[in-house]
């Protein structure tokens, strides 16, 4: 039988990351929503730093992503470019992230938490991913390729969430999507071309 909360969690982060894909700011009001109803399905599931990254962190950043997005750009009205990390500051952010799972993952084990180890793992990745998104940083989908492939063929399968684990193979794909549709975007902007006379920052089209 289909959970409810699960079902409408599905379909919540479905328009979400298809929104993302396209680069649409309209990502982070059904952001808000998907990331109530995964909360909900991860506390249930005794997912439970799946579920605190949900509600503690995920929550907030959904509001710091929609102000990042309307307002940090050259003209401050949903124009903030999309750019990339140095190599230097990607090799910071992967020496921050893995501590930070191996440290959540020690403190979920005294919790009786499921999985708390790759539970931690891609709780830590996903801290990283959401915070590259709200910047625009191109390399927050090589996060959500890793997050949602372990998802999918991992840890939800292990807990019986056969619908978020479909989901997340879906999603997995999207990542794929989104990565080349970004850098698209991204390369199709000359650096000479005013932003506001290149292609608008707020939607990508899709082939």
């Given at each position: 039988m289909i959970d409810l909360a699960e079902a409408a969690a599905a379909i919540a982060t479905l328009v979400n990351v298809w929104l993302l894909v396209r680069n649409n700011i309209w990502t982070w009001a059904w952001g808000v929503a998907s990331v109530l109803l995964y909360g909900i399905v991860f506390w249930r599931a005794r997912l439970w730093s799946s579920a605190g990254l949900q509600l503690l962190y995920y929550l907030p950043m959904q509001a710091y992503g929609w102000w990042m997005w309307m307002r940090a750009g050259p003209t401050h009205h949903d124009d903030l470019p999309?750019?990339?990390?140095?190599?230097?500051?990607?090799?910071?952010?992967?020496?921050?992230?893995?501590?930070?799972?191996l440290l959540l993952g020690k403190l979920m084990s005294f919790t009786g938490a499921e999985?708390?180890?790759?539970?931690?793992?891609?709780?830590?990745?996903?801290?990283?991913g959401q915070y590259l998104q709200t910047h625009k940083k191109i390399e927050h989908w090589y996060c959500w390729a890793g997050v949602n492939a372990i998802y999918g063929l991992w840890i939800l399968p292990r807990q019986n969430l056969w619908l978020s684990a479909l989901l997340y193979l879906i999603l997995l794909g999207f990542s794929v999507q989104g990565w080349r549709a970004w850098r698209?975007?991204?390369?199709?902007?000359?650096?000479?071309?005013?932003?506001?006379?290149a292609v608008p920052p707020h939607t990508i089209e899709l082939p």
């Open positions: 999309i750019t990339r990390l140095t190599a230097r500051a990607r090799l910071l952010w992967i020496a921050a992230t893995l501590p930070m799972a999985q708390s180890m790759v539970d931690a793992l891609v709780t830590a990745v996903s801290v990283s698209r975007a991204e390369q199709v902007r000359p650096s000479s071309i005013p932003l506001s006379a």
